[in-house]
T-cell receptor
């Protein structure tokens, strides 16, 4: 069954902690993306990667980091430098076709 | 700079009446245009896409959109709303030759019984 999986579905973080959100795809797509979604706003691009071992900052990269060691995986780390991390995080792929395909999302809450 | 404007943040319609969700874009070259739907706490699902072929695009669940270059618009329509259409809808532009996608701020559709 092809698709994009994100885990965990819900994540709670204490102040000062780093947390890592997982995104895995078996669509064989070259490009992968991380977006942040806040209530009443559109999706804002955090990072994207067009190929393995390469990635670019999006519009709101501060306080986040990523890696792309495998084509199938694009984990996002939310660092303690991100002052307001509570949001819904969406991973997407692209490059196979013109449109993007989205995972189910991870909701991160800071306690 | 490329941008997408969804003209209504909220739209309410009665079940069985037409739906119109408006989207205007600006882009330097011939863009690809998309409409996605998002139900609460879910990922985004593609409704339809325009990629420089037919200007009237048919999508899933009875939705369609018309690309009007002269008006730089890509409005989403459906002849008859169903309760299950209640969701948030995003208009998205992908400028030609890029890997980046530009999202509108979304329109929340409410369907009244």
């Amino acid at each position: 069954d092809g698709g994009i999986t994100q885990s965990p579905k819900y994540l709670f973080r204490k102040e000062g902690q780093n947390v890592t959100l997982s995104c895995e795809q078996n669509l064989n797509h070259d490009a992968m993306y991380w977006y942040r979604q806040d209530p009443g706003q559109g999706l804002r691009l955090i990072y994207y990667s067009q190929i393995v071992n390469d990635f670019q900052k999006g519009d709101i990269a501060e306080g986040y980091s990523v890696s792309r060691e495998k084509k199938e995986s694009f984990p996002l780390t939310v660092t303690s430098a991100q002052k307001n991390p509570t949001a819904f995080y969406l991973c997407a792929t692209g490059g196979g076709k013109v449109e993007q395909f989205f995972g189910p999302g991870t909701r991160l809450t800071v306690l | 700079a490329q941008s997408v404007t969804q003209l209504d943040s909220h739209v309410s319609v009665s079940e069985g009446t037409p739906v119109l969700l408006r989207c205007n874009y600006s882009s330097s070259y011939s863009p690809s245009l998309f409409w996605y739907v998002q139900h609460p706490n879910k990922g985004l699902q593609l409704l339809l896409k325009y990629t420089s072929a037919a200007t009237l695009v048919k999508g899933i669940n009875g939705f369609e959109a018309e690309f009007k270059k002269s008006e730089t618009s890509f409005h989403l329509t459906k002849p008859s709303a169903h309760m299950s259409d209640a969701a948030e809808y995003f208009c998205v532009v992908r400028p030609s030759g890029t890997y980046k996608y530009i999202f509108g701020t979304g329109t929340r559709l409410k369907v009244l019984a």
